[in-house]
């Protein structure tokens, strides 16, 4: 029996290691870990020209201790230093007892995208720049389910700014 007990422990370190989700703090530039709030640590970090004007942004997602995962949009300005353009709240979904709903970000020039599971349904939502409106606007929301796969673009979405935007909110 006592042979058995140190090999059930390691089986059950090694199952626990594999089935719960990483909190290893993603590595983000000192530029961008000065925007991180107190009680915050760095879930991922994508850099690209999310404002079309050939400079290098950051999308900072964040996760703390609390339920309430901000999301950060950091534009470059002429003086080559970031600045906090917009933060969301809610555009990341928390995480359940025992998942994390949010599967990925995705970005490219001017736009990003967010992307959760929620009941075997995947749903992504893509936000764009708005040069008139100078914000990110909902551009795309796009919800494959068991057998059906929807995209719903500008004529069947309200243009919602990524700022005010709640994931839930179904209007």
């Known amino acids: 029996m006592n042979m058995l007990r140190p090999t059930l422990w390691r089986?059950?370190?090694l199952c626990l290691a594999f089935s719960?989700?990483?909190q290893a703090e993603e590595s983000v530039p000192p530029e961008v870990a000065a925007f991180i709030p107190a009680g915050f640590q760095p879930l991922r970090y994508q850099a690209n020209d999310f404002n079309n004007d050939d400079r290098l942004d950051g999308l900072l997602m964040l996760h703390g201790k609390s339920k309430e995962r901000p999301?950060?949009?950091l534009l470059r300005g002429d003086d080559d230093k970031l600045t906090l353009a917009a933060r969301n709240d809610h555009a990341i979904l928390p995480k359940g007892w025992f998942s994390d709903p949010f599967d990925e970000v995705t970005v490219g020039t001017g736009w990003f995208s967010l992307s959760h599971s929620i009941?075997?349904?995947h749903i992504r939502q893509k936000f764009g720049w708005d040069?008139?409106?100078?914000?990110?606007?909902?551009q795309e929301l796009h919800v494959v389910a068991p057998g059906d796969i929807r995209t719903f673009g500008p004529k069947?979405?309200?243009?919602v700014r990524f700022a005010d935007f709640f994931p839930l909110v179904t209007e």
């Open 11 to 13: 089986v059950l370190a």
């Open 71 to 73: 999301v950060l949009l």
């Open 20 to 22: 719960l989700p990483s």
């Open 156 to 159: 069947q979405i309200k243009p």
């Open 119 to 121: 009941n075997n349904q």
């Open 131 to 138: 040069s008139l409106q100078q914000t990110w606007l909902l």
